[in-house]
């Protein structure tokens, strides 16, 4: 097993004690003797060394590859035919951002509607005194999730406690906890009508890329504020930039881009009402021990009969 | 009945048709001759004319008055004893706040803890990168609600939805939905080295005036966030600057003070980690509409029998 990630002493001392028959490699080990030996890849990531290895021992016909775990929720970056054709499984670390990603949907809401950027210029002027009619509730507002997985529906979750309606969009339309009603990829058209909040949490898949485009803000009618934690691609960023512009959207906070980090030049920077974080909506302290908690019932039934129970990810949907 | 607070038309049309035998007065309607024709005010707020007006009537051996709905839900600048004597009830309006408020209790949290305030400087200076040692996770956390009420309970509901912990401290100690734990206001020391948020929602009282001084502080060893949105005379302004300066407090806010507005010579407008909102939190979109609502029901069993449903305050607790 190669471990990508640094695993933590009693991290590794763990897996020596409960799987004897396991070699831990770090990146620091490998050598072309021991690189067709690897059977797991913990903690990848699309690095360019991640790449280059797993381009390297996806096309040796030595290699003894059979599953990689990702370091992200999210595995667009993936060369999925390869993986498909060699038969590797590949597990995400979907869940662990959950609560993460959720904090951030809200910090970034409540920001703009408590009027807190407000707040912040009067503190800085010494000034006692804001606009209150800038001053938005969030109860009884809609708020519309695109995707509605792990990380929607601990969105949801939090959205039904300040009293929220939530609606979502998933490609199946199945229901989920938390959401007052859920409707497949082909008919949201007239949920937007009622959107005072659109996030977007899907996967980047062929139909999720630019999913977020000029004719999608232009269906917009109710000037939501429009938040964007899922992957970069899924929004036009010049769209978007015109839909600030225009006042089709009274607000918006991304937090990933096309690419990333966003370039110096982008318009986005000088738009007003725009919140930007640095992809770091997922940000979770103890990330180290939340990923090796996914990783180890994994790793306990596939040393047992080389199958998974959790976190797999569909090599045909991509996510 | 006194409206010190405007009645919107529809309002005022359905007083008329429900309770004809009601005379409807504004400020503006008021003279030596109908004055002590007042049995009800509503819409009572401390502005110097209210104070006159009430001051003139609970001295008239003629006043008509019964009962005053206040527009606020803390009701310490109330002359409870003037008001005991004469027998004249209190309502408050306890309950439509707690929206507002709990959403701006976890609008000042997550803009600390998601690091908002680094993403807000980093793209003024169009810098994509902040301090990811910096960003905290509200899951696992422990919030310490002081004064488990209306207001403290929906704050406890948010609270649950993001997997936190919750304790409370009140007068009775009585157990509350979505607290983990409430003890007595004689018990909380223990829960202080627990605290990573305390939040200020008590009524002032003589008890909760100056509660959060400089020997509470000092009680503090985890470097707790401080939020004040109860009332500015609990906090001892110079004690919590002082806990800002030494790191008592890793960050404060705070929606009152004392008095108001804050004074512009006060040492907090230069205290780093410190939110500063004017009383602002509390702000309802529609306010008119709640606020008629949870005057209505006392009105009809008042005009029936003279008591009162709902929100009525105790004039010894003085909430």
Do not use: C
């Not at 519309?144 to 990380?151: A, D, K, N, R």
């Not at 986005?268 to 919140?275: E, V």
């Amino acid at each position: 097993m190669l471990a990508m990630r640094d695993l933590k002493p009693a991290q590794l001392t763990q897996l020596q004690t409960s799987f004897p028959e396991l070699t831990v490699l770090t990146m620091a080990d490998l050598s072309e003797t021991n690189l067709n030996d690897i059977n797991i890849i913990y903690g990848y990531y699309q690095t360019t060394a991640g790449k280059t290895l797993l381009s390297q021992l996806l096309a040796s016909s030595h290699s003894q590859l059979q599953w990689v775990q990702t370091i992200s929720a999210g595995v667009d970056y993936l060369p999925f035919k390869a993986l498909n054709d060699r038969h590797v499984l590949v597990t995400n670390a979907s869940g662990i951002h959950a609560q993460s990603i959720a904090q951030n949907v809200f910090g970034y809401l409540l920001y703009f509607e408590r009027a807190l950027d407000q707040a912040v210029v009067a503190k800085s002027q010494k000034h006692y005194g804001i606009d209150t009619d800038k001053i938005v509730n969030l109860d009884d507002k809609n708020l519309l999730i695109f995707g509605p997985g792990h990380v929607g529906q601990q969105i949801a979750k939090v959205a039904k406690a300040f009293n929220m309606t939530v609606y979502g969009v998933s490609h199946s339309g199945q229901a989920k906890a938390d959401f007052d009603e859920i409707v497949d990829d082909r008919h949201y058209e007239a949920l937007l009508a009622k959107a005072d909040y659109i996030v977007n949490i899907m996967p980047l898949t062929t139909e999720t890329n630019k999913f977020f485009n000029r004719a999608f803000f232009d269906k917009l009618t109710t000037q939501p504020i429009f938040i964007n934690v899922g992957r970069g691609p899924s929004v036009d960023e010049a769209a978007l930039h015109g839909a600030l512009t225009t006042g089709q959207l009274k607000a918006a906070a991304l937090d990933v881009f096309d690419p990333e980090p966003l370039a110096a030049t982008s318009p986005l920077w000088d738009d007003a009402n725009l919140m930007i974080t640095p992809h770091t909506s997922g940000y979770v302290q103890h990330f180290s021990h939340a990923y090796f908690n996914v990783f180890l019932p994994n790793l306990t039934q596939f040393m047992q009969d080389g199958t998974l129970v959790q976190n797999l990810v569909d090599m045909h949907k991509h996510y």
